[in-house]
């Protein structure tokens, strides 16, 4: 079982930037491949960056040269830096953690962003 808590969201001002954070509990994180979605008012969940067990990342055209991913397996972690944040980045982020052998997905609880104009 996979419990994942994302933190890191927060109130910032357009061209600013934050650090999500995304903390699996449990053995098999290094496994999972892991992606960030962005849930805007009134619409349904986005892609935003993915990165496999592996390393290898994949981004939104939306935020290409303005958000990466990362992860460490050691800490069970992986992040999501922000910069150069634009009004439509608003809403709620979600890490998602995929097994590849079950394909079973497993959320967090989200974590909301603000950016204001």
């Known amino acids: 079982q996979v419990q994942l808590v994302e933190s890191g969201g927060g109130l910032v001002q357009a061209g600013g930037s934050l650090r999500l954070s995304c903390v699996a509990s449990?053995?098999?994180?290094?496994?999972?491949?892991m992606t960030w979605y962005h849930q805007a008012p009134g619409n349904q969940r986005e892609l935003v960056a993915a990165i496999t067990s592996g390393g290898s990342t994949n981004y939104a055209d939306s935020v290409k040269d303005r958000f990466t991913i990362s992860r460490d397996n050691a800490k069970n972690t992986v992040w999501l830096q922000m910069n150069s944040l634009k009004p439509e980045d608003t809403g709620v982020y979600y890490c998602?953690?995929?097994?590849?052998?079950?394909?079973?997905?497993?959320w967090g609880q989200g974590t909301q962003v603000t950016v204001s104009s």
């Open positions: 449990g053995t098999i994180f290094s496994f999972l491949s």
């Open positions: 998602n953690g995929k097994s590849p052998w079950s394909g079973r997905d497993y």
